[in-house]
């Protein structure tokens, strides 16, 4: 099973809204990775995990918080974002966040900010 | 700046043609290479990497890519495309020493006309 599955796959908030993403991956891998995409633009990183243990944030604004409960689930808390917060983020995984690791991404959440 | 770049932001072409993106980076001392796919409606999914040994790379699909380290180059290949090819072509960089970190590039978008 090489799944990292993302829920919701849509999801529509105001600026004051509380939402959440969530991420999961049974592969046993050990690092876990969020990063946002806008339309037409590469990924860019926002956070890795590395064995439940925040490793990376690359600058990301604290309305958005990331955490991580277990070895195969990542959540992204949002709170009071911004219109140009809408993109889709994206959920990866790898086996312990090497440079020469492969990264397994799912499909995404599309987040839109009214 | 270390950057990844990529010289084709569109490339169309017909069924059967040869394709050939271009990826330069930036980095010095060892870094792993991939190129990622993203096709239509579909998550980011691994076409091939480099880490070390044999610098052209076989990856899936037909593709495969060589690695010129004078050249600083991580181009990638197709003898013969398909309509299926149609996608999002990303090249990525895992910097030296960079646990968990991939510099994707701009990506090139792909179209194959049947």
């Known amino acids: 099973d090489t799944e990292v599955t993302q829920t919701p796959k849509h999801l529509v908030m105001g600026m004051t809204n509380k939402k959440s993403l969530k991420c999961e991956q049974h592969?046993?891998?050990?690092?876990m990775y969020w990063y946002k995409q806008k339309a037409k633009k590469p990924p860019e990183l926002m956070f890795v995990y590395s064995y439940e243990k925040l490793s990376i944030n690359e600058s990301v604004p604290s309305r958005f918080s990331p955490e991580c409960p277990n070895s195969s689930l990542l959540n992204l808390h949002l709170h009071a974002l911004q219109p140009e917060d809408s993109a889709l983020y994206l959920c990866?995984?790898?086996?312990?966040?090497?440079?020469?690791?492969?990264?397994?991404f799912g499909p995404g959440t599309r987040l839109t900010v009214l | 700046a270390q950057s990844v770049s990529q010289h084709n932001h569109h490339v169309i072409l017909s069924e059967a043609a040869s394709l050939e993106l271009g990826c330069n980076y930036s980095?010095?001392?060892?870094?792993?290479l991939f190129w990622y796919v993203q096709y239509p409606g579909q998550h980011l999914q691994l076409l091939l990497k480099y880490f070390s040994g044999d610098p052209l790379v076989k990856g899936i699909k037909g593709f495969e890519a060589e690695f010129i380290k004078s050249k600083f180059s991580f181009n990638l290949r197709k003898p013969s495309v398909q309509w299926s090819d149609t996608a999002e072509y990303f090249c990525a960089v895992g910097p030296p020493d960079s646990w968990g970190k991939l510099q994707f590039g701009a990506g090139t978008q792909v179209v194959v006309t049947p």
């Open positions: 592969m046993g891998h050990r690092a």
């Open positions: 990866a995984s790898s086996q312990d966040g090497g440079p020469a690791d492969t990264q397994y």
């Open positions: 980095y010095g001392g060892t870094v792993n």
